[in-house]
C-alpha cells in the first residue's frame, strides 16, 4: 500500500536558522510527491511537488524539498526560517494504483513547525 | 476568482440529525474531493469525482453520500451524524487531466468544522 510518514508532530526553529521537516514514503512504482501547508482556520496550500528530473525542487516561499530514492525520503527545507512561517505541514503522495489517474493524495500525519523570533 | 468555496464553515449537530456539506470551485476543475482531517491522522479521502456525472468511494466513505451535482459543485452528505464524524471537512478541485502544468495540484477550501454531539 502506498504511505507517507512524517515522524516528528513538531519541529521548533528560532528564527533565522535553516529547517527541515521530514517526510518518508512507501510507493509501488514511481513516487509523485507533495507538500502542503496550512495556515490556521484555512485549507491546504500546494507548495512544491517532485514527479520526475532534478532532486532538489524548489516550491514557494523560499521552500525546497529533496527527493533521495535510497532513502525513500522528501524532506522539506527551508535555508532561513521565519516567523511566519509557523503553521501545519502535510507531506502526501499520488495514489497511484490503479490505471486511471484520479489525483488521489494520500497524506501524512502533519507536522506542526514552530518558529520563535 | 474566488476558488473552493464551502458553506457552512461550522456546524453543530445531534447523533441522528442530517445534513448537507456544500462545495463549489469556479476554475473549471474537473476532479473534486471529500476529505476529512482528524488530529493526527492527516487527511484521509471520503469520496472523490473524477469528472462529472462520476463519484467514487475514498478511503474512509462510511456514514457519508455524495452528489456531483454538475461539473462546478460536489455536495457531501451525512444521513445519520454519528459523534465519530465530529471533523474539519475539506473539499478540494483538480485542473483537468490533460493540462500539463500543475496538474498534480489540489486546491483546497477553507473547511468545514463539524461537531456532532
Known amino acids: 500500500a502506498q504511505s507517507v510518514a512524517q515522524p516528528e508532530d513538531q519541529v521548533n526553529v528560532a528564527e533565522g536558522n535553516p529547517l527541515t521537516v521530514k517526510c518518508t514514503y512507501s510507493v509501488s512504482g514511481n513516487p509523485y510527491l507533495f507538500w502542503y501547508v496550512q495556515y490556521p482556520n484555512r485549507g491546504l496550500q500546494f507548495l512544491l511537488k517532485?514527479?520526475?528530473?532534478?532532486?532538489l525542487v524548489k516550491g514557494s516561499y523560499g521552500f525546497e524539498a529533496e527527493f533521495n530514492k535510497s532513502q525513500t525520503s522528501f524532506h522539506l527545507k527551508k535555508p532561513s526560517a521565519l516567523v511566519s512561517d509557523s503553521a501545519l505541514y502535510f507531506c502526501a503522495v499520488r495514489d497511484a494504483l490503479g490505471s486511471s489517474n484520479t489525483g488521489k493524495l494520500i497524506f501524512g500525519q502533519g507536522t506542526t513547525l514552530q518558529v520563535k523570533p | 476568482n474566488a476558488g473552493v468555496t464551502q458553506t457552512p464553515k461550522f456546524q453543530v449537530l445531534k447523533t441522528g440529525q442530517s445534513m448537507t456539506l456544500q462545495c463549489a470551485q469556479d476554475?473549471?476543475?474537473?476532479?473534486m474531493y471529500w476529505y476529512r482531517q482528524d488530529p493526527g491522522m492527516g487527511l484521509r479521502l471520503i469520496y472523490y469525482s473524477a469528472s462529472e456525472g462520476t463519484t467514487d468511494k475514498g478511503e474512509v466513505p462510511n456514514g457519508y453520500n455524495v452528489s456531483r451535482l454538475n461539473k462546478r459543485e460536489f455536495s457531501l452528505r451525512l444521513e445519520s451524524a454519528a459523534p465519530s464524524q465530529t471533523s474539519v471537512y475539506f473539499c478540494?478541485?483538480?485542473?483537468?487531466?490533460?493540462?500539463?502544468?500543475?496538474?498534480?495540484?489540489?486546491?483546497f477550501g477553507s473547511g468545514t468544522q463539524l461537531s456532532v454531539l
Open positions: 517532485y514527479i520526475t528530473g532534478d532532486n
Open positions: 476554475m473549471n476543475h474537473n476532479s
Open positions: 478540494a478541485s483538480r485542473l483537468p487531466r490533460e493540462a500539463t502544468a500543475g496538474n498534480e495540484k489540489l486546491f
